[in-house]
């Protein structure tokens, strides 16, 4: 199974679709969202194409492949807009033998981890800085942002198979590259 990943939309429909295209490009089977995804928080600028109602349609024509999560600047109303389960904090996806588990990153995160097997997968976004780890209590993933990258990293996504995970920029380039 493939899954792509994709945090921190912030109601880019731009960036949005650039997430859906790489969807499409990488023929994952399951977008997985990690959060922020219509509002763009009270500490950020407006994100280029941001129009949150455009983000909803965008993505609600994929709700069947959608696997998603709350963010720190999701509402409950954002989440009565969108079709897709996403008012979870976190949720897990059982994959190779493993446990990925999935949240934004603003509860769980390297500093507060979840309980982990050492051979299970935390994958959250929040930072909007990729990241790729293996600790004693367990391994570390972070794909991104799709539209607000920080220090200097490209807009990403991360993509997860066949026990590697990449984080890949808009245009499909290999950005990083991690071994499970």
């Known amino acids: 199974m493939k899954l792509l ?8 429909a731009k ?6 295209n790489a969807f499409i490009k990488e023929k994952a ?3 997985v969202i990690l959060g922020d995804v219509l509002y763009h928080g009270p500490r950020n600028p407006l994100p280029e194409g941001y129009d949150p109602k455009e983000v909803a349609e965008i993505l609600n024509n994929y709700t069947n492949k959608i696997i ?9 109303v954002d989440s009565m807009l969108l079709n897709y ?8 996806i059982l994959l190779d033998n493993r446990r990925i588990f999935i949240t ?3 509860i769980y995160n390297d500093d507060k ?4 097997a050492p051979s299970d997968v935390l994958v959250y976004g929040h930072t909007h800085i990729p990241t790729s780890k293996r600790t004693d209590k367990g391994i570390i993933l972070n794909p991104g942002s799709i539209s607000y990258p920080k220090e200097g990293h490209p807009h990403t996504y991360g993509i997860l198979e066949g026990g590697k995970f990449y984080v890949k920029t808009i245009n499909s380039e290999i950005y990083m590259e991690f071994t499970l």
């Not at 981890?113 to 982990?116: A, D, E, K, S, T």
């Open 29 to 31: 089977d399951f977008l």
């Open 15 to 20: 960036y949005a679709r650039e997430g859906i």
């Open 85 to 92: 389960p996403s008012n979870m904090d976190y949720n897990i």
């Open 113 to 116: 981890l979840p309980n982990l």
């Open 104 to 106: 934004h990153g603003h």
């Open 68 to 76: 998603g999560v709350r963010g720190n600047c999701d509402s409950e």
């Open 5 to 12: 990943f994709i945090s921190d939309i912030h109601g880019s």
